[in-house]
């Protein structure tokens, strides 16, 4: 296993230990609002600082951009980290989040771990080795659009892309089984890497939500884009990821409904 891999696995453990503790005694929370329907608690700031700590340690040189803490400039190494994601279902003791942390090189996708702290489920990739899901193999389904099962996440934080999204979500409706709105989008892109959710789409995401994610589902043999099926989903914030076929289907599906500019 790649040094650097490992060194991640062991920060995302590390956070993962310090989430479920704080889950059993969330009551006792302090919380803040960062926007509008955002939410931030001193457990996503202890995680980040655990994460972090552990990264600096092995890898004083390298750069960190957290979402709580914001950039840490460095090499041309760069950590991409959400501490928790789905902090929402956290505070509820609604058991979906996840620990999601991506290596960058010059801007490349390197490593990527996503860590599911109650299942004690840890999915990573090494770009060109695939991903796995607690060291097998995993790869995105094979399914057809229709009877599909996808994911999303709804755009709570930015209202005014509401009526966009929903057109979105009633034109691939029409030809999924179903869609599920579980609450962590880096858990949800860790679904599609390992064939739980055959693709998944939402609108106004932060690098940290999709960073992991996007190299576990490229890894597993999926395909991840934008809106406009170019591969800026990290500047648009919008990300379509699936097998190659539904990748194919959602874009094709959605693209007459962006009748808006969708940005941050
Ligand atoms: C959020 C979750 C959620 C998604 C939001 C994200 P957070 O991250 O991933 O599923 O719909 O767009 O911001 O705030 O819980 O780290
Ligand atoms: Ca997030
Ligand atoms: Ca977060």
Redesign the pocket.
């Known amino acids: 296993m790649h040094p650097m891999l490992n060194t991640a696995i062991k920060a995302a453990r590390r956070a993962g230990t310090l989430l479920n503790r704080a889950l059993e005694q969330r009551g006792n929370l302090k919380i803040e609002t960062k926007g509008h329907h955002?939410f931030v608690s001193e457990v996503d700031r202890q995680a980040e600082a655990a994460i972090i700590d552990v990264l600096h340690k092995a890898y004083p040189e390298h750069a960190i951009l957290a979402?709580e803490s914001g950039f840490h400039q460095g090499s041309d190494y760069e950590w991409v980290i959400?501490p928790?994601?789905?902090?929402?279902n956290f505070l509820h003791g609604h058991p979906y989040f996840s620990i999601s942390i991506a290596l960058r090189y010059q801007q490349r996708l390197e490593q990527a771990v996503i860590y599911d702290p109650l299942r004690d489920e840890l999915y990573t990739a090494t770009r060109g080795s695939g991903a796995f899901l607690n060291d097998r193999r995993i790869r995105v389904s094979t399914n057809f659009f229709e009877g599909s099962l996808l994911g999303t996440?709804?755009p709570?934080?930015i209202p005014r892309h509401l009526d966009c999204y929903l057109e979105t979500f009633k034109a691939l409706f029409t030809h999924a089984a179903d869609v599920r709105r579980s609450?962590?989008?880096?858990l949800e892109l860790a679904y599609v890497a390992s064939g739980r959710l055959d693709g998944f789409w939402?609108i106004?995401?932060?690098e940290w939500?999709m960073a992991a994610g996007a190299l576990l589902v490229l890894e597993a043999g999926g395909l991840v884009s934008d809106f406009s099926g170019s591969n800026e989903f990290f500047k648009t914030g919008n990300i379509i990821a699936a097998n190659a076929k539904i990748h194919k289907n959602i874009l094709q599906t959605i693209q007459p409904h962006l009748t808006e500019s969708l940005s941050h």
């Open positions: 955002d979402e959400d928790l994601d789905g902090t929402a996440g709804f709570f934080r609450g962590s989008a880096a939402e106004g995401l932060r939500d």
